[in-house]
């Protein structure tokens, strides 16, 4: 059995790769070249309160013969998600289906997050056999963004082309969305996989968390991390009420416009972003779940400082 120690083992040099999976204390890593080595963490990790995340890029030291190695170093992360835990993605694709329901400001609390980030935004809508209509919809409420939204069927196989070419062009790709929408299926669809994949409850239309572990997949030239699904996200806890706007792309182009310099498109008079959603112009729901988060937002501040 190995003993934990602080310095490389036997004085090998680090090797660098991609932290493709994490299972209790125990991570795979991928080199460039594909090789992949089991690694645990040092204990300095756990003194620096530093947890590594699938799609860090470290540096490790592989262990000899059946041994383990052991996690050296995370390299500086591009971005950071807490849920799902995941670093320096770059392109996160929200995946939604008419069963379960969507949770649209779930989608968009994400999506604000991401965009504050700089990662790009994609929503796949799955499941068009039991709902061809529901991708059109919500393709409408995002166009304003310039968020594209793309219907497919994994269980059919119809739209996955697009996707893929979209997420070829994206880099490093995470599907997230709601146990049960169909992102493992998804993902076997488009890659030709196995990964596991289960059903929904009948009784409560939601699906049964089957992923479990975050995983990093590269296959014909995609990068994608299947994710745990999930169905609550809490609030930021460090967000200005004042920053939520920036991260509504369809604002942009009515910033300056408003009556009052400050105006947050909430309620005040003379709001040309509340005047462009009455032209329909920008979608009225997507304005509508940002006056919630604003709320959110502000309620959460307020607490913090009283
Ligand atoms: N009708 C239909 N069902 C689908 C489609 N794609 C997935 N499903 C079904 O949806 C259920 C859930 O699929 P999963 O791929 O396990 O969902 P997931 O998003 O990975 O769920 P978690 O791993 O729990 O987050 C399964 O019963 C799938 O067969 C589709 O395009 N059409
Ligand atoms: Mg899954
Ligand atoms: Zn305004």
Same mark, same amino acid.
């Given at each position: 059995?190995?003993? #934990?120690?602080?310095?490389?083992?036997?004085?090998?040099?680090?090797?660098?790769?991609?932290?493709?999976?994490?299972?209790?204390?125990?991570?795979?890593?991928?080199?460039?070249?594909?090789?992949?080595?089991?690694?645990?963490?040092?204990?300095?990790?756990?003194?620096?309160?530093?947890?590594?995340?699938?799609?860090?890029?470290?540096?490790?030291?592989?262990?000899?013969?059946?041994?383990?190695?052991?996690?050296?170093?995370?390299?500086?992360?591009?971005?950071?998600?807490?849920?799902?835990?995941?670093?320096?993605?770059?392109?996160?694709?929200?995946?939604?289906?008419?069963?379960?329901?969507?949770?649209?400001?779930?989608?968009?609390?994400?999506?604000?997050?991401?965009?504050?980030?700089?990662?790009?935004?994609?929503?796949?809508?799955?499941?068009?056999?039991?709902?061809?209509?529901?991708?059109?919809?919500?393709?409408?409420?995002?166009?304003?963004?310039?968020?594209?939204?793309?219907?497919?069927?994994?269980?059919?196989?119809?739209?996955?082309?697009?996707?893929?070419?979209?997420?070829?062009?994206?880099?490093?790709?995470?599907?997230?969305?709601?146990?049960?929408?169909?992102?493992?299926?998804?993902?076997?669809?488009?890659?030709?996989?196995?990964?596991?994949?289960?059903?929904?409850?009948?009784?409560?239309?939601?699906?049964?968390?089957?992923?479990?572990?975050?995983?990093?997949?590269?296959?014909?030239?995609?990068?994608?991390?299947?994710?745990?699904?999930?169905?609550?996200?809490?609030?930021?806890?460090?967000? #200005?009420?004042?920053?939520?706007?920036?991260?509504?792309?369809?604002?942009?182009?009515?910033?300056?416009?408003?009556?009052?310099?400050?105006?947050?498109?909430?309620?005040?008079?003379?709001?040309?972003?509340?005047?462009?959603?009455?032209?329909?112009?920008?979608?009225?729901?997507?304005?509508?779940?940002?006056?919630?988060?604003?709320?959110?937002?502000?309620?959460?501040?307020?607490?913090?400082?009283?």
């Amino acid at each position: 059995m190995n003993t #934990e120690h602080e310095s490389p083992a036997g004085g090998q040099t680090p090797e660098e790769g991609v932290l493709v999976k994490g299972i209790g204390s125990f991570y795979t890593v991928r080199t460039e070249q594909g090789a992949e080595f089991t690694v645990r963490c040092k204990k300095k990790f756990r003194r620096e309160r530093m947890t590594p995340m699938v799609g860090d890029r470290v540096r490790f030291t592989p262990g000899q013969g059946e041994e383990h190695g052991w996690l050296e170093e995370i390299l500086p992360r591009k971005t950071e998600c807490l849920r799902p835990p995941v670093a320096n993605v770059t392109m996160l694709v929200i995946v939604l289906a008419p069963v379960p329901e969507p949770d649209m400001l779930l989608a968009d609390r994400q999506i604000s997050r991401a965009l504050a980030q700089g990662m790009d935004v994609a929503i796949v809508v799955n499941k068009s056999d039991l709902d061809p209509d529901l991708a059109g919809r919500i393709r409408r409420e995002y166009a304003a963004a310039g968020i594209p939204v793309f219907g497919v069927s994994a269980l059919r196989q119809t739209g996955l082309q697009e996707v893929r070419d979209a997420m070829a062009s994206g880099g490093l790709c995470c599907l997230t969305g709601q146990s049960g929408a169909g992102k493992s299926t998804l993902l076997n669809a488009l890659l030709d996989l196995n990964l596991e994949t289960g059903s929904i409850s009948r009784k409560i239309s939601r699906g049964k968390n089957t992923t479990r572990h975050t995983e990093l997949i590269e296959k014909n030239g995609l990068r994608v991390m299947d994710t745990a699904g999930f169905n609550l996200l809490e609030a930021e806890n460090a967000l #200005e009420p004042e920053k939520l706007k920036e991260r509504w792309p369809e604002f942009a182009a009515y910033e300056g416009k408003c009556r009052f310099r400050e105006c947050l498109h909430d309620r005040e008079p003379g709001c040309a972003v509340t005047e462009a959603a009455r032209r329909g112009e920008i979608s009225e729901e997507r304005l509508g779940r940002y006056r919630q988060l604003l709320a959110e937002a502000r309620e959460v501040w307020r607490e913090r400082y009283d």
